[in-house]
C-alpha cells in the first residue's frame, strides 16, 4: 500500500477510533491490527498506537475543559491510583498471557452489559468534585492501572464501570475522568516505547491526527446529548469486543 493512502487510512480508522475510545472504549481493537496490517511488527504497533492514545487524550480533555467540563483535582488523584498498578503490570506483562486476561475481561464486560440492561435504581448519580473516593474505588483504580500496563485494550471499559458504579458518577464526567486517567498511566508507556525505538512517527502522527479529531468530537457530543447516546455506544461497543476475546469472530 503506497503511503498516501497508508495515511488516509490511519486517519480514518483513527477518527472512528477516537470517538470511540471517548465515548466507550475498546477503539485500539480497530487501530492495533491495521497498524500490524500495514507491515509493523507487535511492538511497534503497540508503541505506535499508544502516540495516538496520548495525544487523543489531549485533545479530549481540552474538549472537555473548552466546554466547562473538568475537575483537575479528582481527576489527578484518580490517576495516581492507576499508576503503581500500571508498573506492575508493565512488568507482570513479560511472564503472563494474553488470553487468560482476554477471557477474564470479555466475562467482565459481559456483566456490564447485564448490568445496564437492570432497571435504574433510585440511585443519584452525581457530579460533586469533592465527592470522596472510597476504599472499593482506590482498589479498583490499582486493579485497572494493572490491566492497563498489562494490556491495555479495552481498559476503558473498565474505567467507567469503576467511576460510575462505585463512585456513583454520572456517564457524562465518568468520560471526562477517563481520558485524564488513560492519558497518565499511558504517557510513561509511550516513553518506553519512543527510548526502545518502537514508535513509527509517520504512522503514529497521522493516526493520532484521526483520534484527536474524533475524540474533541465526542468529548462534545457526550455532553450536548448526555448519558443517553453514551450508554448506546457503550453497550455495542462492550458486545463487539466481548465477542472479538472469546474468539466468536
Known amino acids: 500500500m503506497d503511503q498516501p493512502t497508508s495515511v488516509l487510512l490511519l486517519f480514518s480508522v483513527g477518527l472512528i477510533s477516537g ?24 511492538a511497534l504497533a503497540n508503541g505506535t498506537n499508544r502516540l495516538a492514545i496520548v495525544i487523543q487524550s489531549v485533545a479530549a480533555i481540552s474538549s472537555f475543559r473548552k466546554e466547562k467540563y473538568s475537575q483537575f483535582g479528582t481527576s489527578i488523584k484518580l490517576s495516581l491510583l492507576t499508576l503503581p498498578g500500571a508498573v506492575i503490570g508493565a512488568i507482570a506483562a513479560v511472564n503472563m ?51 492497563g500496563g498489562f494490556i491495555q485494550i479495552g481498559v476503558g471499559f473498565l474505567l467507567m464501570a469503576a467511576l ?15 481520558v485524564f486517567i488513560v492519558l497518565v498511566f499511558t504517557f510513561p508507556a509511550l516513553l518506553i516505547f519512543v527510548f ?7 504512522f503514529g502522527l497521522s493516526l493520532a491526527a484521526g483520534n484527536a479529531l474524533g475524540a474533541w468530537w465526542a468529548a462534545k457530543i457526550s455532553i450536548k446529548k448526555g448519558e443517553g447516546v453514551i450508554k448506546i455506544i457503550l453497550f455495542i461497543a462492550i458486545f463487539i469486543m466481548a465477542l472479538k476475546l472469546l474468539n466468536v469472530f
Open 196 to 202: 526502545t525505538g518502537n514508535v513509527n512517527w509517520g
Open 164 to 178: 460510575h458504579y462505585l463512585m456513583k458518577l454520572n456517564l457524562v464526567y465518568v468520560n471526562m475522568h477517563k
Open 19 to 42: 470517538v470511540i475510545n471517548v465515548m466507550a472504549g475498546g477503539g485500539s481493537a480497530l487501530t492495533l491490527p491495521v497498524l500490524i496490517f500495514l507491515g509493523l511488527d507487535s
Open 97 to 147: 498471557s494474553n488470553e487468560v486476561f482476554h477471557k477474564v475481561l470479555a466475562i467482565i464486560m459481559i456483566g456490564i452489559i447485564i448490568s445496564m440492561m437492570i432497571p435504574a435504581s433510585k440511585t443519584v448519580y452525581s457530579d460533586d468534585p469533592n465527592k470522596k473516593i472510597s476504599l472499593w474505588t482506590h482498589v479498583s483504580m490499582f486493579f485497572i492501572g494493572f490491566y
